[in-house]
Each structure stands twice: as C-alpha cells, then as structure tokens.
C-alpha cells in the first residue's frame, strides 16, 4: 500500500484539475511504445509494470484495439503502468508470437513475471483497458466478494480501523468499473475497497429491485465503531458513478456531519462550498440550542452524501436574517433561498425534490448526448450537423426553386443554369444545400448564371427524365449544350471554383493581352500571338482566375489541325477544372521545337516560377484526349489533398507518401527535398512520389493509421500498394531519410526482400442505407399484399403472371401520375 501513499496527494489534484477537459497529461502524452524482440527483454529486465499485446500490423481486424490500446498508454501512465505492443509481422518473441495467439491476448507484466492474460474481446476499449488492468494491480488491496456473509467478514476486520468503500458493478470494464478502480488507487490507503457484481449484495444493502443494472456505491462507517455485532451504519451516494462525483461524495464523509456558524448563510463559507454540493442552514437560538442541534444532527445524517447542513447561532450579532425565517438553503452556483421550517419531513422533502430536479436535467443532458453519439450510425458528423440545424430556417432567397412545370423554361433562358437536386431526408442533401445556397449568394449579382434547385421527392419524374440516381447531384445546362454533371467536393468553395472557371461556353478572342466581352472565362480560351501565349502562361492574362485554379493547359496546334475540334470538345467538358487556351498558329511550331516535342502538343504551368512540362498528342478520340490531359496537368511531386485525391489514384500507381507535421521544420523541408531529389533522379518509374501535410490536411492522420493502425514520428514514408494487392511497406525510423537510402529500400522491396506492415482491406464502401424503391413500398403497404406473396409461393400460370404484371404496371402509372405537377407528398 506503501506506493499509493506516497501517490495519493498528487493523484486526487490531478483528478480534480482533469475533470471539465478532454485530456489530463503532465508534459507529452504517453506513446504505445513499439518493442522489437531483443527490446522486449530488455524492457522485462528494467521491472516495471506493463501491458504488452503481441499482433500484426497487416491484420485489419485489430485495428480499432490498437487505437484504443494507444489511448490507454496516456490514463495508464499516470498509475505507472506502460504499455507496448511487438509486430509479429516483423519480430518472432517466443511463446507469445504464435499464430493461435496473435491478435487474441494481451499480458500484464510485472518485471518478467505475467500477473495475467487478457482476451481482446474483454479490454475492449480504453475504459475496460484501465479497469482491468488497475483490477489486476490492485488484486490484494480491493476485495471482490459476492455474498452478505463475505461482506459481513470484511466489516468484521475493518471495524474500530478503517470506513469501507463499496461499488456495485453491473459489469467489470465499463466507465464505472474504471472509475471505481482509478478511486481505488488514489485512496486505497485510507480506505478499504470493496467490489461486487452479483444480486444477493443488492438486497443485503436495502435495493428492492435486485436486477437493477445501475452501479451503486456505498460508504460503510466502519471506523468508529467497536468489535459490535451490529452492522457498519452505510451511506448511499446518489449521484452517477464518474470518478468526479466519487471524489466528491468521499469528500463529504470526510467532512463534519453538522457544521456551526454565526453568521448569515450568504457569508457562511466550509468545505462545501468547494465541493459544489447543496448547502443546508438551520437556526438555533441559545434557549433551544441542545434540541436543535439534536434535529439538526438527525437531518444532517438522514442527508449525508447529498447535501451540507450548517447550524447558524441566531443570537451572534453578525446574524441580520429576520425573524420570520428559520432555515435556508443554498443549490450549487445559485443563491440562498430562505423559508419557514414546520417540520424535519417537510425539509427532507423540499432537498430531496429540488436535488431529484438537478439530476433530472443532468439525465436530460445524458440522454441527448447518448442521441448525438446515435447519430454516428445515421451519417457521423453530416447527419448530426443536420439534426442540429434542423430548427434554423433556410434563406432560400437566392436559389430558385423549381418544379416539374418551370424546369425547362428556367434551364432554356439563361446562358448557364446550375440545379442540385436533392431529397430532404438525406443528410448530405441537406447539409449541401447549405453550401449551395451561400455560392447562390455569392455569384447572385451575376446575371447570366443561374443557381436552382429541384426536390427529388416532390418531382421524381423529372429527376428521372435526368437520369439523376443519387442524392445530392448537381448539373450544370449550359445553352445549347448537354448537361454536365459536377464532381468536385460537396463544398462551397470548390462549387464556387468550378462554376466561375466554367461560365460560358462561347469561344471569344484577346487582343493585345486583353479580353472583349464578358469577365468570364471563355472554353478554350483564344490565342493569336507567342506574347499572348507566355502571358498566359505566366497567369498574367485572367489573372483574377489564378486564385481558382494555378493549373494553366495551352494546347499547340498547326492552323487547320482536325484534332482542333476534339480539343475544344475536351476543353468544355473539363471546364471547371483548369484554364485552358487555344494555340492554333504557325509559331506554335516553334514552341514545341524549343521543348523537344512535335504538334499537336500541350504545355502546362503549374504557376509562376514552376518547370513547365510539354507533352506530345498522339490522340484520336474524345475520351483519350480528356484523359490526357487530365494527366498532363498532374504534378509529379504532389501534395495531396482531399480534393485532388482521385486523380491520382486514376494512375493506379503505388504512392510514395511523405506525411509530415503540422510544422514546417528543418526535418520536414530536409525530408521533402530528399524525395524531390529521389524523383528528378528518375529511380521512381514505378510509383508516384506525394505527400501529405497534416496541418492542412487532417484526414492524413486517419490515412497513416488506417495504414500501420498507429502513427509513427513523423516525417513517415509509406510506400502504399493500393493497386496491387494494398500492401503498406513503412520506411524504417532508424534509418536517414536520404534519397540514396529511399532508392535502396524501394529496390529491396521490389525483390521480395522487405515485409509490409500493414494490409488495406478490400472491401467495397456502401452508402449507410440503401435507396428506396418506392414501388416496392407502395406494393407493400398495398391491402392483400401478404396474402399475394402467399400465392406467388404456388405454382401460377402464364395468365396469372400476366395479370400481376398489368396490376404493378397499373400502380407504376398511378405513382408517376402522383408525381407529375400537382404531387405534393409521397
């Protein structure tokens, strides 16, 4: 007991300064420290106390436990415990590496000793990771009983020395088994703990209803008495069992029973006020005082654990209270109500109702977050964001809204018209829809654009007629043109971008470096001389545009070149995406002779400053030329982001991924030039060298773990096979992050010579729930419809199927006709 001693003061001031904050930690948070073999021994001969899982970063189950085994490392921590995890993918440890062992079993080492095992179905998370490994440390200090009698024999040896804690734990590793545990450690040498799961116990303790699944606990006062038959007198805390409201009920059966007073209770300042517990102030006059302090020592045991009772002396001078009141209380952060006392029940009473409301909201509270945290089953954050809003009206001011009978007539007079289509039961929709309607608001001056929207569940015809399968969607109807779906980011800025790089349609020329007409970007844009063409590409022509996108294409061309026209065809449908411009001139000749490319040709600048690249066409279709230059426009060092993700996973090449930190220090810029340097050296044919940065792009992190099931320091380079099998090689720690040393790995890997660390599963992701086939509904909730599906199990004839076929063709009419201009509802 002699280490939770010393441990005790420490421990209750950090529990105490930890509560009302996500994380509690003294200096950097505890790592799931990564032992090889040989550090496994060593890490056994230092004697410390530590829990070790043995598993394999390339099996994909493990690896929520592995998150919540790393959360852990921080709690544990502070009760000196460490915890580790060996890769059996890549370290053989005798008798705990085994194949019928990996993955299954954790260990809880003192020194080279086992204190015990645990299934990975039993520490489930970090809560059951805490509790029972504190369970496990504190075997000899916390009984674990299961009837009276064994309860009547602790009582027995604690009476005339020490009070006794006891927890009823519906389960052992949920939060109130941790925080039973962690309460254990702190106080466990002042009092005796006790811990019990089973019924009997329930009633010996005054619960009527034994099969009760709420954990309780109890304070047994057992110090004070003598070797008496009688049993220890208990008190019961009725609040929840968090490690908060422990401490604090403890800290009031240390606190006097009745407390005393001479002045008013607006100036009466004990210990509980610090603990945030309600306050009760009784009057006592000196004629009366033995009787009221015998009441006030009644009421004050009657309460004790709920509420502090304090005997005010009536006849101090300092006491200005009238007459006519002779009690008051005080709620936690409120102010002292004063009242007449008629007698002890009508006090009990008012306490015990105005508490029983303070808990009721703290339930109500409980409740409603149990209901968010059941929103992650709906949609995570987009649903719960939408449920949270649900009661603020939307401005729809700026978008119109269209039906079945304005559709054509809006798409067919503006230059560009964009409409969302969406159903108002699906999160994303809606939580689109506010995105939509802040760029409606924005773009809202500019006349010939256009911003609508069209409720899928109002007009499902018309969703239909434009082969719209999936919510939310937006086209774009440029006159004259076919629609064209968008696919950027369901956010306000990329819809932005898109539109304004994607106006207008009419082709429009420069002239001296200036454009006529509108302000919008014409597709492609126009050409006619070689200063033209490096002001293009220098972003000094449209320079207002740069901000949308630095991505500049120019397409060279012989005048009279047939591919002309497919390049234009291609150029609108990438509007959006990129600028783009036209070349068509005999000077074209010499800009592809001075980039070692022959025409048709494309030059790209990625901005200012930035190597231009020429790339040769040797095209003949639509598709093919679309794709190139998609291509063309890709860096070859990308950093990659959320939005340009998907383009070059379309290369289908294993990424080389540098993550770094949110920070950019000299470590980071080294490593980064390091692998610039690896590509111009052109070793890196077979995979595309990018990298993320955290601090722009959080999600990275979510990316590194999904791929090794921790995050290693940074910066970390993975080689990521996701083509090929998904593969995840990690490039050693111990080793320089030079480009020699990066070569010589990828070559090691290609041979066969390096193990993964980690595999991405292969499995498809599916929407949360699938669409709704409203006919199928409508057949359901038809009358007859059980007694039909009866029949179909028996043999029909041609005839009959027939008839069933007009039948469901017939409700298919009545549906589309309920959906035609006058629906309304579904």
Known sequence: MDHIGLMSTFCVAALVLCFGSEQCACGNPAKLLQLTAEGFKEHLQAGKTSLIYFGKYADPAIQTFIEQLETSAVALEDYGILVAMVNCSKENVADYCTEEEVTRKAYLFRGADVLRSFETDTIFDVNAIVSHMLFTVLFNEVRYIHTPAELVSVERVAKGKTDIVMGHIPALGLPEHRALMETAFVYGGKYQFVQTTGAPLLKHMGIADASSVQARLWFLHCASLSQSSEPCPHTLMRKPLSTINIHTFLQLMEAPVLMEADVDPDDVVVIYNYLNVPVLFLFAQTETLHMDRNTAETLAWRLRGEIGLVLIHRDSPRVKTPLRYNAAYRLSHEEVTYFTLKNVEEVVNLIRGQLFQEEKEEEEEEEEEHHWASLDVLDDEVAESVYRDRGVPLDMESVSELTADTFSVAVAQNSLTVVLFYVKWDAVSMAFLQSYVEVADVLEGMSDITLASLDCGEWTCMCHEQNVSSFPSVLLFHLGEDARYYRGMMGTESLYKFILLGGVVKRRSVTGGRSQGRSHLSIPLSLFSSDEVLSFLEGDLYNRHSSLSPIRVLGLFTPGDPDVGIFEEAAKYLRGEMILGLFEHKEAERWAQERSVTLPALLVSH????????????????????????????????????????????????????????????????????????????????????????????????????????????????????????????????????????????????????????????????????FYDFLAIMDEEAPGYAAQQHLKAKPVDKKEEEDEETQHAGRETAFKSRTAPHHTEL
């Open 607 to 770: 901005g200012p400053g930035v190597q231009r690249k020429a790339h040769s066409l040797f095209l003949s279709t639509l598709q093919e030329m679309i794709s190139h230059i998609r291509r063309a426009a890709l860096d070859t060092f990308p950093e990659l982001t959320v939005e340009n993700l998907p383009w070059y996973l379309e290369l289908r090449k294993p990424l080389l991924i540098m993550f770094v930190g949110g920070e950019e220090s000299p470590e980071t810029l080294q490593s980064l030039e390091e692998m610039k340097k690896t590509e111009r050296m052109g070793q890196l044919d077979s995979a595309l060298p990018c990298w993320i940065h955290l601090g722009r792009t959080p999600a990275g992190r979510a990316v590194l773990e999904t791929y090794l099931s921790y995050v290693p320091p940074l910066p970390a380079l993975v080689l990521s096979q996701l083509s090929s099998g998904g593969k995840v090689y990690h490039f050693p720690t111990e080793r320089p992050l030079l480009s020699e040393n990066i070569i010589h790995w990828l070559q090691q890997i290609g041979n066969n010579q390096e193990q993964a660390t980690g595999v991405i599963p292969d499995k498809a992701w599916r929407p949360p729930a699938p």
